[in-house]
Structures are given as C-alpha cells and as structure tokens.
C-alpha cells in the first residue's frame, strides 16, 4: 500500500526556536497533503490543507504566520512551527492524497507515522 | 464543539466474538464516513468507508452501518481476532470538501 513517511519523529527543542516536519509520500503522487495535531486522548484535528504549488488552506484558529506550510513538490510538504512555545507540545501527523486528494471513491488519505514535539 | 463524538473510550472483546465501535455525529453536511485503525507509533490506516447514499457495507470481517436519521455508524468486527486490538478512529466528511473529521477513538483489546 501507499506509505507516507515522516521525519523527525520526535524532536525537542527550547522555547523561541522554529521547527521544521517533513512529510514524503514515499511511493505515489501526493496532489494534497493534510496536516493534523493531535492532544492527549483527543481526536486529530485538522489544521491545514496544501495543495502542491499553492497555498495551503488553514483551518479557523490555526495561525497560518505561527504554523508555516509548503508543498513544494508532489511527494513532500514541510510544516514549520514558528517561535515554538511549549503550549506547541503536540503530536502533529501528515495524511497524503491521491487523485482529487479528497476522501471520496478511491480516495483515502494515507497516513505519515506523527511526529511528537516537545516545547521546553 | 465536537461534531463526530465516539462516547466509548475503550472497549474489551473475547476473541471470536463480536466487536462493536459506534460513533455519533452531529453536522448534517457529513455525507461520507470512514473508519481507521491505528497501532501506537503508526499513522492511522484505512479500514472501511461508506457514503451517505448506503446504510451499509462489507468488507471480510468487517462491516459499517450507517443511520441518517439517528446520525449514528457502527463498525462491526466478526469473529474478533488479537491482531485487531488497536485504536479505532471514525471520521467524516462534509459535502463538497476534502477534510476529515475524526473522532476521538475507542481502544479496542481482543481477549484470548
């Protein structure tokens, strides 16, 4: 099946530093890449939605200056979490698309393994 | 405001029987629903879907009930086996638009 990578998997940095996720999809074309943020024992919330060449579309309540999203190619999106606080400290996990990129018929999202960040 | 709610945080099934997950949902633009299954320090991974025009579908072992009216699914697992212990995630999705809303998940533990 489709496999979606990745890195890091986990990371910790101080406080006022900006991070950087990347997310591949390893073995399709990505036309769309998801990006999520998962707190303790709640559900993946969607906070972005990017298109390759285009700009991302962000969720209500996510700062689009704070959490910074390119998809430069068809297999890789980064998410940069700028001056990171520790309020930050979150499990953030990429989906990829293919085709339409939507979950509809053939489609699925095909889901990276997270990455666990940790604000000191 | 949580628009796709799974009120069971875990549940606990002996093998061979039957396992049970229900979600409920509130916003009436969903017309797609689907169902994850995720191992710790892995990404969900698909495991069935159903659209709005279906009240069910099958696939092996598994099976997904929708009920417009009472804005209810269920994902039926029968016989329940131990490699089927993880955490079950149902989402949705509004009409017309790509994104997922999940649930917060129900750990499942298949007894021998």
């Known amino acids: 099946g489709a496999v979606v990578s990745q890195h890091p998997s986990w990371v910790i940095c101080k406080s006022g530093t900006s991070v950087k996720i990347e997310c591949r999809s390893l073995d399709f074309q990505a036309t769309t890449m998801f990006w999520y943020r998962q707190f303790p024992k709640q559900s993946l919330m969607l906070m972005a939605t990017s298109n390759e060449g285009s700009k991302a579309t962000y969720e209500q309540g996510v700062e689009k200056d704070k959490f910074l999203i390119n998809h430069a190619s068809l297999t890789l999106s980064t998410l940069t979490v700028t001056s990171a606080h520790p309020e930050d400290s979150s499990f953030y996990i990429c989906?990829?698309?293919?085709?339409?990129?939507?979950?509809?018929?053939?489609?699925?999202?095909?889901f990276g393994p997270g990455t666990r960040l940790t604000v000191l | 405001d949580q628009q796709v709610k799974q009120n069971s945080p875990s549940l606990s099934v002996q093998e061979g029987r039957i396992s049970i997950l229900n979600c409920d949902y509130t916003n009436s633009m969903f017309d797609y629903f689907l169902w994850y299954k995720k191992y710790p320090a892995e990404g969900p991974t698909f495991l069935i879907s159903i659209s709005s025009i279906k009240d069910k579908n099958e696939d092996g072992r598994f099976t997904v009930f929708l009920n417009k009216s009472a804005k209810h699914l269920s994902l039926h697992i029968v016989p329940s086996q131990p490699g089927d212990s993880a955490v079950y995630f149902c989402a949705a999705s509004p009409r017309g638009a790509q994104k997922l809303v999940f649930g917060q998940g129900t750990r499942l533990t298949i007894n021998p």
């Open positions: 989906s990829a698309g293919q085709g339409t990129g939507g979950p509809r018929t053939t489609d699925t999202q095909y």
